[in-house]
Structure formats: C-alpha cells, structure tokens
C-alpha cells in the first residue's frame, strides 16, 4: 500500500488542479489550478522513476554500494519545470494588464468576447 | 490525364470544367449582345418607379450585414437562442466542456477497447 | 562533400535551427538596422527556409522516410552499437510531416511578407514571436521523440499566446490571449500525462519504438483518450471550440494565419498519435467514429454560430472552426475503416482529402483574415453593420476576397472544392448522412460569405467611409501569392495529391515502415 | 515600490556578491553536481530580485535597463543555437569538443570522463558545461526581464496609476480599436 500513495496524491493534485480551473472564478485562482496541474503531471513522472531504496542519480562522488533512481525521468521533469515557469509568468503578465483594462479579474465579467 | 483528381466514385477535371464555363459563358454573351441595345445608362429608365413616392437614399436602402440572415435567425430562434447562450465566453465553462468531453471519450474508448 | 550535399544532409535540422537563430539574432540586430532592413531579412530567412523545406520535400518523396539523429556521430545512426533503445532525439520525416513543413513554410513566408506594414511599437518582439512559432511548427511535425512533441508544443503555444496578446492596448486581446493560453497549458499538461503513462509502461519516448512495443492494455486505452481529448480541443472542435474566434479574432492581423497554421499542427499531431502509435489497436475505430460524430457537430456548430456575428474577424473564426471540421471529417472516417496495417480503398481517399484540406485550409482562411485586416486597416471598423460599399474603392480587395470566398466555401475551380470533394466522395461510402451534412455546411458556408461580402462590399459609398487609408503594397502582394497558390491547387489538384497527400497517407497508415525507420539496427 | 529600510539595503549590498557567485558555480558546475543552465541561471536572478526589492523602482530604473538584460538574453540561445552549429561536422549539436579526433581542443573539457561513481573532474563534458553557461546567461537575462517587467506593471493605486491609465486609454484611440464594450 505505501508505494502507491505518491500517485494516490498525483490523482488528488490533478483533480484539484482541474476543480480550481472550472469553478474558481478569480483568474488567479485559475492560474494556481494550472500550476496544480503541473505539478502533478511533474510528480506522476517522478515517481514513476523511482527504486526502491535508491539515491539521487549523481555521480559525483556517489558511493558505489546503493543502486540509483531512474535519471530519465528527473530530465523530463526539468524541462516541465521550465515550461511551466514560461507558461505562468506569462499568465500572470497578462492578468496584470487585464485588471488594467477591465478594472476586475473575475472570470464571469471578464468576458466580452462571446456569443 | 494531366490536373485530373481521382476519387474512387468520380473524377474531377478542373481545366475541363472551365473549358465548359467558358464555351457557355461565350454562348451566353452573344445571346446577350443579340439583343435589342435599349437600355441607356443613367437616363429614366434605371430610376425605380415608386408610385410617386420620394426615392429614399441609397445608403439608407442597403441592407446591412447583421439583418441580411433575419428571416433565417428569426425561424431558428428556439435553436440560436440556447446555442449563443451556451457560448458563454467564461473560461471555466470553457473547461467544464474540456472535462465533460475527455469524460466521455474515455468511457467510449474503454467500454469497447477492453 | 559539396555544399549541396552538406545542405541536403543537414537540412532536419537546420530547418529547425535557423528560425531559431534569427528569431534571436533580431533584437540585437534591430538596434543596427531600421526596420525595413529587418523586414527584408526576416523574409530572406523564411525563404531561404522554405528553399530547404522544398529541398527536403523532394528527398522524402523520392528517397522514402528520413531520420535525422541529433548529436549522433553520423546523421541515421539511431542505434549506436551496444544500444537496444534509440536514446537521442530523433526526427523521423515522413511524407505527411515534410507535408505539414511545406505548409508551415508557406504561411510562415506570408505572415512575414504581410507584416512588413506593422505599426506596433516594440515590432521587433514580433518577429521573434512569429519566427519562434515557426520553430515550433517545424519541430512539431519533424521530431519523432514524444516528449519532444511535447516541448515544441509548449514552445508553440507561449509564442503564439504571445502573438495573440500582443496589442496590450485592446482589453479584448488580453482577454483572448489568457483563455488561448490557459487552454493549450491543459492540453499540453494533459499531453505530458500520456507521456508519463505511456513511458512508465514502455520505457522508451521515440514514437518508433513506442509503437513497435506497444500492446494496448488499458493504461494505453486511458492515454488514448486524454490524447485524443486534449488534441480535439486544442484544434478547437466543437464543444471545446469557444477560444477559437475569441483568439483568432483578437491577433494582430498579420499572424492570424500562423495561429491556424498552430492549431493545424496540433491536427498533425492527432494524426501521428493515432495512426503511428495506435495503429494497431482494434479500439481505435471507436475513436474514428467519435472523430467523426465531433466533427459533424463542429461543422454545424460553426457554421451556424457564423450567421449572427456582427464582427469580421469573429465571423471567419467560426468558419476555421467548420473548416477544422470538414478535416476532422475525413481523419475520422480513414480512422474508422482503419484495420491493422491497412485501409479500404474509401478510408485512403478520405485521409489524402482531410491532409490536402489542412494545406487548403490554412490558405484560405489565412486569405479571409488578411482581407479582414486589410479592411479594417483601411477603414478602421471591425463591425459589419458600419460597413457598406467598399467595393468601389478597394478593387482588389474585392477580388480577393471573392477569390477566398469562392475557395473556403468549396466552389469548383478553387483548391477547397478539390479537398472537400475528395472527402465527400469517399465518406459517403462510409455512411451517407455524413456527405450530407458536409455538403449542407459547405451551402451554409458560403452563405456567411455572402453575407460578409454583400454587408461590407457591396451597397453605395456611405459619405464616412469616404476617408480610407490606402493599402500598402506588401499586404497586397503577400495576398496575391496566397491567391495564386490558391487558384493553382485548384487548377491542378492531383499534382499536390499524387505527390505529397497520397504518399502522407500512405505512410500513416502503414505504420510499421514509420517503426523500422525508427529503429533500424546500428544505421547506416 | 518605496525603497527598503537601511538594514535591508546594506544587507542586500554584502549578500549579492555571494549569490551571484553561487550562482555561477551552479550553471559551471551543471554536467557534475545537481544544477546546470536553468537552475544557476534562477538562482542569479534571484539576486537581481534581492536588489530591485532592496532599492525600490525609481534607483532600479535608472540603473538596470531592460535592453540590457534583453542583449543578454539574446546572446544566451545565440551561443547556445551556435554551439549547436559547430557540431555540423557530424549532425547537429553533435559533442564535437568530447572526442578525442579533435586533438588541438583538448584542453578544453576534452578529459575522458569515468563512467560510474568518480570523484567528479570539470574538465569532461566536452561541449556540455558550454551549453550550460548559455543556458545560464540566457535564463539569467530572461527572468531579470520577467522582474523588471513585473515591476514596472505595477503601480500603486495613488498618483501614478491614474496616469498609467490615462495614457493606456489614449493609446488605445490612436491604434483606432473601437470595440464597443458590452459585446455583441
């Protein structure tokens, strides 16, 4: 039971992920929902690198007894982190200008593209 | 042949099809100019006859692009009506649609799949 | 080897790498030169990229997939000696890839062509974004590593965001840009679940090696529908579509084209995901068919939703979504007669009028927002109730306009006509109902056009729209070179489906070439 | 934003130093301990943060300008795309520096690198610590960018603000957008 709490938890960020981004109506709360979201698509791919009882995969001075956690994954991880980082700064760039022009961040007023 | 499409019920041959509109077209026009040349521009006859009413101005009598389609949006309004209020522009309906969706695809996908 | 040679070897990856470069080198470079140096050179570039992607073409078509490795000591070592498993980054190009390439040339050459008359302040920003999406589509249809797919993805999605919001004045292009983004962050997070689920089982990311290891449990079955789903909505089919006309009518009107030349390009990856990874799935008809029900509904959605707009731009964003639909008409059906390693006669036809109808469609639609664009520079209106009589005065305009009219609503001697008839040929053998409603859309179709065109171009000269800006010059010839590809497609048809759509076809349905390719032993 | 107390700016003065320092030993040292281009590169931003934080926004404006950090950025990919360039001999970004067939370039991070836990040499990798510090610089420039434009977006609701908007409202006439409000 214990090695599978890592993706019990991944289950439970990506459903609050997704419940932020359809009920919350403030834009922000929208944006903490997306980065939810990532972090448990990140967390999903770390544990599924993981070995039990290994170390960091780093070589350097690594002692040579215990195995090593799968290297891959802890990569793809990396690259996540950095879109992630692009994509919310971005996001919150534009939530400053939108206060800016609509004077509000509620999802329900800020919609004048409709119909 | 070259600028033939092949379909496996038909062929479409573009440069035939305009071959036609053409010997048509040409057809047509000396239909056209054997007639009798009595329309004058900019005389009498193009003005409408209104039963003597003021002529009202032109830009006034264009029908503009939203009224173009009345008739049809008015016969539909029972369909219009919820289809631009579903569009509600809100982000999170927008996701609620995203969820609903991937919902139902993955019963689909897995009650047959499996 | 002679430089044609090193070109010819190298050109994957320098297709890739020179938008790239520049997109950067611009910023310093626009401190240097003025604008009209930059423009110029911008568009070298794109030539010179397109030269390459044509070049490449030509191989592929002739000399069968390519796969480029990237860092390997020679360019088709997949499998260095002692490996089992492809480790680098690899692109593996297939006729339907470098057939999504020539696409993203041409329009990346036209979007720079026709933004040379942008009065943004802070332009050179611009052309960064519009080079990085480049890079992005290249990427995207080129690499055949999945969590690459994904990185280009994203790549694609900030800069085209960035291009969406990029007038920060208008409160509605914020507005379009934010629900643009937040909706290709859950596509692209969802895209990286199905990595995770897939890599977890497989341990391997190439596309090749997925494919050749896969055996369809159900943890497969679950990724197929998050892709599927996630893919749907990025190309804006119907009950995810919403974000489509609020950001296709809110872009700066030279890049709108690149923004569908984007969603398009999310089309390719469905076709790659469903037809190299899940070919052998005996579910996946069910997934066809699904396509398919989406697809009618998009089509009938848009193209009714079309009829009460008041806003130009808004107006052809519902069409692209009825035109993404008419090529989710003919995926569906090639999907949903697929068996194994081949297709009847009927599906073939179907998937080679749904790839030549991506290429048609991103021409005309790209067409009908530079008219728009072109209209609204001149007279400043977005809406078309103030519009009236235009035809007087932009001649040319007109005949272009009536030229993408003629072409999205499908009439005969445009390149729309081509595709669709190719699609409704062979889904009717499918099941007729959907021949039906594709021919009812194409009608209703044309019946937007008409409104669009009688509402602003026809009538008499209204006394406010006297004063008009005259239309530069490059925004004109950027629209004649789309209108002359457009009317020579549509002249002859079968040179484009004989030699790159059918060979695209082809080489997505049997997916087992795509496998060996993929992983061919130590590589020659 | 009001410039910090004296505390906080010596505070600021003496520590900068050491986190751009660490920060450079991550990006240099990204191919042997855990680090590299993007992490270095966060951590030296978080410096310029430190500073635009400590100074308040007028002295920052006058002395970290946005076309600096924005050259920086674009010399960051234009090294690391470049890098990939030289590679060309053999496919692109191919490790041209780590085989020993260039024996003139050896010196630079040309050592034959132990597979398997070793002591950790700086002088393997070949072409990898290179692309880190372009990685670095590249990062290092976009995120002082993403700050400085983070900070200048935001202005307190007095005075300033009504300026902002007033000069927001006029550009949006002269670009000729009219978009009636409420939609259609």
């Keep these: 039971m214990l090695w599978n709490i890592p993706y019990i938890a991944v289950v439970a960020l990506i459903v609050l992920g997704l419940y932020a981004c359809m009920f919350k109506s403030n834009l922000v709360k929208i944006i903490i929902g997306t980065s939810l979201l990532e972090a448990g698509a990140n967390l999903f791919l770390i544990t599924l690198g993981y070995r039990k009882g290994g170390i960091a995969p780093i070589f350097t001075n690594a002692p040579s007894t215990e195995s090593m956690v799968l290297p891959v994954p802890q990569a793809l991880v990396l690259t996540s982190i950095v879109i992630g980082l692009a994509v919310t700064a971005l996001l919150l760039s534009i939530v400053v200008m939108i206060y800016r022009h609509y004077g509000t961040i509620d999802a329900k007023k800020v919609r004048r593209l409709r119909g | ?114 | 080897m002679s430089a044609i040679e090193s070109l010819r070897l190298h050109s994957p990856a320098l297709i890739i790498a020179i938008p790239l470069l520049t997109a950067f080198i611009i910023p310093l470079l626009s401190k240097i030169i003025g604008p009209k140096a930059r423009n110029g050179f911008v568009v070298a570039v794109l030539t010179g990229v397109l030269a390459l992607v044509l070049l490449l073409a030509h191989d592929v078509i002739t000399g069968g997939t390519r796969t480029y490795v990237l860092g390997g000591s020679t360019p088709l070592l997949t499998l260095p000696s002692g490996y089992q498993v492809p480790v680098r980054i690899m692109f593996v190009i297939d006729a339907m890839g470098v057939f999504m390439g020539i696409m993203c040339g041409v329009i990346a050459l036209v979007a720079a062509i026709y933004s040379c008359m942008e009065t943004y302040e802070g332009l050179y920003k611009f052309y960064t974004l519009l080079l990085l999406v480049t890079t992005g589509i290249f990427g995207l249809v080129f690499t055949g590593d999945l969590f690459n797919l994904f990185v280009f993805f994203e790549i694609l999605s900030i800069a085209s965001c960035g291009l969406v919001a990029f007038k920060i004045d208008s409160p509605m292009s914020m507005e379009g840009g934010f629900k643009y983004m937040v909706i290709s962050d859950i596509g692209g997070l969802s895209l990286l679940v199905m990595i995770g689920l897939l890599y977890g089982q497989y341990d391997a990311l190439n596309i090749g090696m997925l494919a050749n290891r896969m055996d369809y449990g159900m943890i497969d079955i679950i990724a197929l529908g998050l892709i599927v789903t996630a893919l749907l909505m990025k190309s804006g089919s119907v009950p995810m579509h919403m974000w489509t006309p609020d950001a296709y009518g809110e872009t700066p009107s030279s890049v709108t084209i690149m923004i569908v030349g984007a969603s398009l390009s999310s089309l390719y990856a469905l076709f790659r995901i469903c037809f190299t990874l899940y070919g052998g799935f005996i579910g996946i008809n069910v997934a066809g068919w699904i396509i398919v029900i989406l697809a009618l509904i998009s089509i009938l959605v848009g193209v009714t939703m079309a009829i009460p707009q008041t806003d130009f731009k808004r107006l052809i964003g519902y069409a692209a979504v009825a035109e993404i639909g008419f090529i989710l008409l003919g995926l569906g059906a090639g999907l949903a007669s697929l068996s194994g390693n081949s297709v009847d006669a009927y599906g073939i036809k179907a998937m080679e009028g749904s790839i030549f109808h991506i290429f048609n469609d991103a021409l005309d639609i790209g067409l009908l927002f530079f008219v728009a664009a072109v209209v609204s520079y001149a007279t400043g209106q977005r809406n078309l109730n103030n519009l009236c009589g235009l035809g007087r005065k932009m001649k040319y305009t007109t005949f272009l306009f009536i030229i993408g009219l003629a072409a999205v609503a499908g009439l005969p001697p445009m390149n729309g006509f081509a595709s669709k008839f190719l699609i409704y040929e062979s889904v009717f053998h499918l099941n007729p109902i959907l021949a039906i409603i594709g021919i009812l859309g194409s009608i209703m179709m044309l019946a937007i056009f008409v409104k669009a065109f009688s509402g602003a171009f026809l009538g008499p000269p209204v006394p406010e729209l006297e004063t008009y800006k005259k239309v530069p010059r490059s925004m004109l010839f950027a629209m004649s070179i789309v209108v002359a590809i457009i009317v020579f497609f549509g002249l002859f048809p079968d040179l484009i489906v004989d030699n790159l759509a059918h060979p695209a076809a082809q080489a997505l349905v049997n997916h087992s070439e795509y496998i060996s390719h993929a992983i061919r032993i130590g590589g020659v | 934003m009001t410039p910090m107390s004296k505390i906080v700016v010596l505070v600021t003065n003496l520590l900068c130093g050491f986190i751009l320092v660490f920060g450079f030993y991550v990006i240099v040292h990204g191919h042997l301990t855990p680090g590299g281009g993007f992490q270095g590169g966060a951590v030296v931003a978080s410096a310029c943060a430190l500073v635009v934080i400590a100074y308040g926004d007028k002295r920052v404006k006058e002395r970290l300008s946005y076309d600096a950090f924005s050259a920086i950025e674009a010399s960051g990919l234009i090294a690391f795309v470049g890098l990939g360039f030289f590679g060309l001999g053999a496919t692109f970004f191919y490790n041209f520096l780590a085989v020993e067939r260039i024996s003139s370039l050896r010196w630079l991070f040309g050592a034959k690198a132990l597979i398997g836990p070793n002591p950790g040499d700086i002088n393997t990798g070949g072409v990898i610590p290179l692309l880190n510090l372009a990685v670095g610089t590249e990062v290092l420039g976009a995120l002082s960018i993403v700050l400085l434009l983070m900070l200048m977006t935001y202005t307190p609701k007095r005075g300033e603000a009504e300026i902002e908007e007033s000069t927001a409202g006029r550009r949006a006439q002269e670009t000729g957008e009219k978009h009636e409000t409420g939609g259609n």
């Design chain 2, 1 to 114: 042949m070259i600028g033939s499409l092949l379909s496996n019920a038909g062929v479409w041959m573009p440069l035939a099809w305009l071959f036609v509109l053409v010997v048509t077209w040409a057809i047509v026009y000396y239909i056209r100019s054997r007639g009798e040349a009595r329309y004058h521009k900019d005389t009498e006859q193009v003005r409408p006859f209104l039963a003597g009413h003021p002529e009202t101005s032109k830009a006034a009598m264009h029908v503009r692009a939203s009224n173009e389609y009345w008739g049809f949006m008015e016969a539909l309004k029972g369909y219009y009506h919820p289809l631009i209020k579903g569009h509600t522009g809100n982000l999170n309906d927008y996701i609620c649609w995203f969820t609903c969706i991937l919902a139902i695809v993955l019963v689909l996908v897995i009650s047959v799949g499996v």
